[in-house]
T-cell receptor
Framework: AQKITQTQPGMFVQEKEAVTLDCTYDTSDPSYGLFWYKQPSSGEMIFLIY??????QNATEGRYSLNFQKARKSANLVISASQLGDSAMYFC???????????????FGKGTTLSVSS | DAGVIQSPRHEVTEMGQEVTLRCKPISGHDYLFWYRQTMMRGLELLIYFNNNVPIDDSGMPEDRFSAKMPNASFSTLKIQPSEPRDSAVYFC????????????FGQGTRLTVV
């Protein structure tokens, strides 16, 4: 079974609108971390936001927020007030267990391509 | 810090040749990861190291792939012999052992095997 599922291959949004990118995950470990990365056409991987499994509040970073629904095992990324520069591929990723454990690594979903139009 | 440094940025090689990709992690980071990105399979974890020791190489596709980390500041991913289906972007990433810390990625090496 896939650990991280991103069901939207592509999303389209107009400038200044909000957009939600979906991510569901599968783990039986009570301790885990969820990450979102952005990959523009230039190819670099840019970290956006992190949510820990024990965090009580949804993570926010500027225009990015993470809608964390633990019971549903979903960690959707919300981008408010979209900008043209937000056009990129977005990846959801998960690390199971504590970072201090030797057996942990980020596992990525297939990604969602976001296109922002003016 | 200059970030994670990968070399070369681009590599074009003929089928059957040996290819070596290089990575310098961020100083002080104790985890190093090698990923491969293709359109079909997305971002796949190939292997990762903790304190220079390989922890999980189950993602390495075949015996043609090997990775080493001789010291904390250098790692290599070698493909011998290379095949056209190895064409992909190979990323190296590093991180520290803290739960809320992300992995920092290098710029990637775009490998084309003809």
């Amino acid at each position: 079974a896939q650990k991280i599922t991103q069901t939207q291959p592509g999303m389209f949004v107009q400038e200044k609108e909000a957009v939600t990118l979906d991510c569901t995950y599968d783990t039986s470990d009570p301790s885990y971390g969820l990450f979102w990365y952005k990959q523009p056409s230039s190819g670099e991987m840019i970290f956006l936001i992190y949510q820990g499994s024990y965090d009580q509040q949804n993570a926010t970073e500027g225009r990015y927020s993470l809608n964390f629904q633990k019971a549903r095992k979903s960690a959707n990324l919300v981008i408010s007030a979209s900008q043209l520069g937000d056009s990129a591929m977005y990846f959801c990723a998960m690390r199971e267990g504590h970072a201090l454990q030797a057996g942990t690594a980020l596992i990525f979903g297939k990604g969602t391509t976001l296109s922002v139009s003016s | 810090d200059a970030g994670v440094i990968q070399s070369p940025r681009h590599e074009v090689t003929e089928m059957g040749q040996e290819v070596t990709l290089r990575c310098k992690p961020i100083s002080g980071h104790d985890y190093l990861f090698w990923y491969r990105q293709t359109m079909m399979r997305g971002l796949e974890l190939l292997i990762y190291f903790n304190n220079n020791v390989p922890i999980d190489d189950s993602g390495m596709p075949e015996d043609r792939f090997s990775a080493k980390m001789p010291n904390a500041s250098f790692s290599t991913l070698k493909i011998q012999p290379s095949e056209p289906r190895d064409s992909a972007v190979y990323f190296c990433a590093s991180s520290v052992s803290r739960d809320n810390t992300e992995a920092f990625f290098g710029q990637g090496t775009r490998l084309t095997v003809v």
